[in-house]
């Protein structure tokens, strides 16, 4: 077995020796720009993620979504916890609600232009989970049930999944949006939809779960 490494070692070695450095050659190309007229956006991560990467994209939105399922299935049995830890005193309280309006303003600004500048639905859902878990621990916890149920936030969040999953769906198969003019706000195909898609599945995600933890386990 030693023989065998040593001469795949030896046979990695020539072939750096003999061929040539492609990395060397791509080093004119201007992958940047390539990626941003391909995809028409101007935040090429957008542009990877949501198109060369989509495949990707699709399952790591899969397993998000059966991370939530996990964790309602694992905490079913357990009796929901007797205290509830949050904030009690007021300035904690505003300050807690100040942070959340602002991420929730943020959410939404990376979910729109995300596409345009850095951002996306990932980040924004990010953003708007960290709204929902600072209003959670300064908001009674019926109330906050109360919310989720009345908005249809659990079939609002698996709508979304499936959407995302058609739209990508159409997108691999060659059916894009026109790109409209780079750099503007209607731009980029399906991109901006996916996003949008992509950061409400996990703010409502991401709602579930807190809301999961704070009832069976007191907090967050």
């Not at 795949?8 to 061929?19: D, E």
């Not at 953003?127 to 149920?149: C, D, N």
């Not at 198969?173 to 195909?189: A, C, D, E, K």
């Amino acid at each position: 077995m030693k023989w065998i490494y040593l001469a795949a070692g030896i046979a990695l070695y020539i072939k750096m020796l003999v061929f040539p450095n492609l990395a060397a050659e791509l080093a004119t190309v201007d992958i940047v720009e390539i990626i941003s007229q391909e995809s028409g956006v101007s935040n090429t991560v957008s542009g990877i993620i949501f198109r060369n990467r989509l495949y990707d994209t699709i399952f790591e939105v899969v397993v998000f979504t059966l991370s939530i399922m996990g964790v309602r299935f694992l905490l079913s049995d357990e009796q929901p916890s007797c205290n509830i830890h949050q904030f009690t005193d007021h300035p904690s309280i505003v300050i807690a609600q100040l942070g959340a309006t602002i991420a929730a303003h943020i959410g939404i600004e990376l979910a729109i232009r995300g596409h345009l500048s850095p951002g996306g639905g990932f980040a924004a859902g990010v953003a708007g989970g960290t709204a929902i878990g600072l209003v959670a621990i300064t908001t009674s916890t019926q109330r906050m049930e109360s919310i989720y149920k009345r908005w249809h936030a659990a079939t609002l969040e698996k709508v979304s999944v499936l959407i995302f999953i058609i739209l990508a769906v159409v997108s691999l198969i060659g059916l894009q949006l026109p790109y409209g003019t780079p750099g503007t706000l209607m731009s980029g195909g399906w991109i901006p939809m996916l996003n949008i898609l992509v950061a409400l599945k996990v703010t409502l995600g991401s709602w579930a779960a807190i809301l999961i933890f704070i009832r069976h386990r007191g907090l967050l």
